[in-house]
């Protein structure tokens, strides 16, 4: 793609968030396609909001390339095409830890996959490696006392690090507050 002066032109970060968001919008509207009608359910269905809400935000990014496409005039001087598509992309920085963490909870469990993202997230805010191990293993630790034994919730322990396995204890005192 070229630029009216006829060098090609960049993409910048706010197009690459839209085309994230289009691909997010559009895995999302493919899920409401499988929402099944239950017996006591409204005219219209389950999925009829959710298809809603997907097809305006089709329509909305729809309309975001429309306007970068047909616009007469792309500011040059804009400081974070200056400063090159990584800088752009730090804003976004925090989000991987996000998505790792969602990717490892299951496998790892949530008391290992907590310990692992707060000290990940910890160290990307520029906090020292002491610190941020400490800081991972007391806030993982205070959650899953609040989730697991204070809230009775069913948390995941993992199947490629079963929790319950390498620390039977933990499953141990759930039984006993069970009684």
């Known amino acids: 793609m070229t630029s009216q002066s006829g060098s090609p032109r960049r993409i910048d970060g706010e197009s690459v968030l839209v085309l994230c968001f289009v691909v ?5 509207l ?3 396609l499988s929402f099944e009608r239950t017996l006591m359910s409204d005219f219209v269905g389950p999925s009829a909001f959710p298809q809603l809400v ?6 909305l990014a729809v309309i975001y390339f429309l306007q970068l496409r ?7 001087t804009n400081s974070a095409e200056a400063e090159g598509f990584l800088a752009q992309m730090a804003p976004l920085l ?16 949530f008391l290992f996959a907590t310990v692992i993202y707060v000290f990940v ?11 941020s191990l400490i800081y991972a293993f007391t806030m993982s630790t205070a959650f899953f006392i609040i989730f697991y034994y204070v809230l009775l919730t069913q948390v995941p322990m993992g199947w490629l690090i079963e929790t319950g396995r390498v620390l039977p204890f933990l499953v141990q005192i759930r039984r006993a507050i069970e009684g």
Do not use: D, N, W
Not at 94 to 109: D, H, N, R, W
């Open 30 to 32: 493919y899920q409401t």
């Open 70 to 76: 047909f616009s007469k005039t792309r500011s040059p």
């Open 24 to 28: 997010f919008t559009t895995l999302y």
């Open 121 to 131: 997230a910890m160290l990307l805010f520029g906090q020292a490696l002491v610190k």
């Open 94 to 109: 925090p989000v991987v830890p996000i998505v790792f963490y969602v990717l490892i909870l299951e496998p790892l469990g």
């Open 54 to 59: 997907a097809g305006i935000g089709l329509v």
